[in-house]
């Protein structure tokens, strides 16, 4: 699942662009982002946190001719396919951004505990399960690579991206 961030910096002008739809200030919006988080993971979804900028929104909403909602918001994050290394808010010391524009790998990930001893992470729609040392990788569309060691995750994310960039780049 993704999640648009909102740097406190930026919230004010969110609240011109989005109105009545989110609270009147920062401090609750971050408590119900944290509860809607809680509600998420105990259901073991994976979350992804995508910083959106209130420029980048505004284009976004410009170029779809689509009125301003949470719903968009939330639909940016998904589409700019960005995901942020590690845990946490943001970018930290060593870490990078993660995009199409350059190889996933499997050290770009952030898995959480899914049950019975597996872990997941999701990528763009693509699910990667981790079990005993072993990997698995879904997409939408069903299993793509089943029981892989470490080894072939890395060479399996960039087939996968790579070919979905081509696609991209044809249509």
């Known amino acids: 699942m993704y999640l648009p961030v909102i740097a406190p910096k930026d919230y004010e002008a969110f609240r011109k662009i989005l109105r009545d739809e989110i609270p009147s200030n920062y401090a609750e919006w ?5 509860k809607w988080q809680a ?7 994976t979350i992804i946190e ?3 900028s209130p420029n980048s929104f505004a284009d976004y909403l410009r170029q779809n001719d689509y009125a301003p909602g949470l719903k968009c918001l939330v639909g940016l994050s998904a ?17 990078e951004a993660v995009t199409n524009d350059r190889p996933w790998r ?16 999701t990528i763009n729609g693509v699910e990667v399960i981790r079990e005993n040392g072993r990997y698995w990788i879904i997409t939408p569309s069903g ?7 470490e080894r072939g995750v890395d060479p399996a994310l960039q ?12 249509s």
């Open 30 to 34: 971050r408590r119900d982002v944290d």
């Open 39 to 45: 509600v998420r993971r105990a259901q073991q979804d």
């Open 50 to 52: 995508v910083e959106i």
């Open 79 to 95: 589409d700019q396919g960005e995901v942020i290394a590690g845990s946490g808010r943001g970018l930290g010391p060593g870490q």
């Open 106 to 121: 499997l050290t770009d990930l952030t898995f959480v505990l899914a049950g019975d001893g597996r872990d997941r992470a």
């Open 143 to 149: 299993p793509i690579w089943s029981n892989i060691d």
């Open 159 to 170: 087939y996968l991206f790579g070919k979905k960039q081509q696609q991209e780049q044809s």
